[in-house]
């Protein structure tokens, strides 16, 4: 199971948006049966299993192994992540496009970039677990209170500067030894971000019962 899965077919991320497979999904984090679900949830097992079939069709739950009880089959299902993520990919004809908010003041900019973030980043991750790797990312997060916008300005040119001085310092643009006498770099996607904490953070979902 993956901790999170970013989906981009549209159809799949229209499956998980009905309130009672993202029911199922959080259940089967445990893997289950429609029989116990449907205790669980307090639906009839045959609605269960409808949902159930729809979610496995988009390959959002799978199979773990079958058990035979009697004349009945009882399959133990699991969801395929702990968590999913709609990747922009699954609306691309109208996904934000980060080239035309090219503003580092832009809010609309700061949620192209993180739109593209999940797309790519989702897509790596399904690589580099395709081929059995472990997937290199670094990633900071924190709060600062400015006293001022004048010292928010000053905080962010002064972080804008810092981060080119690294990329001036780290960054291999290929001209100082010939091609062949090195190894080729890897290409990195590195964002900085900035915005306004939430007044009122939505609360942190608890554990399932």
């Given amino acids: 199971m993956q901790a999170i899965e970013v989906i981009e077919d549209p159809a799949a991320a229209e499956a998980t ?3 009672i497979r993202t029911r199922i999904l959080r259940e089967l984090t445990d893997p289950g049966s429609a029989t116990q679900l449907a ?5 009839p097992r045959q609605k269960v299993n409808y949902h159930l079939r729809t979610l496995e069709q988009h390959g959002l739950v ?8 009697g004349n009945v089959t009882e399959r133990i299902l699991r969801a395929t992540a702990s968590s999913y993520l709609i990747s922009p990919a699954a609306l691309a004809s109208v996904a934000p496009d ?13 949620l192209a970039l993180a739109g593209r973030m999940v797309q790519e980043v ?5 690589g580099a677990a395709a081929a059995r790797q472990e997937l290199a990312t ?10 001022s916008a004048a010292d ?3 905080f962010a040119g002064e972080l804008g500067e810092a981060v080119t001085r690294l990329v001036d310092k780290y960054h291999d643009g290929g001209t100082e030894h010939p091609a062949a006498s090195r190894p080729a770099g890897r290409k990195h996607r590195l964002v900085v971000a900035l915005h306004p904490a939430l007044k009122n953070p939505s609360p942190t979902p ?3 019962d």
Avoid at 39 to 43: F, I, N
């Fill in 152 to 154: 928010r300005a000053a």
């Fill in 39 to 43: 205790a669980r949830l307090g639906l």
């Fill in 206 to 208: 608890t554990a399932k």
């Fill in 138 to 147: 670094f990633a900071i997060d924190g709060e600062i209170t400015f006293r």
């Fill in 122 to 126: 989702g897509r790596l991750i399904a």
């Fill in 62 to 69: 799978e199979l773990m192994e079958e058990r035979r009880r």
């Fill in 98 to 110: 980060p080239r035309l908010f090219s503003n580092r003041f832009s809010a609309f900019w700061l």
């Fill in 17 to 19: 948006l009905d309130p």
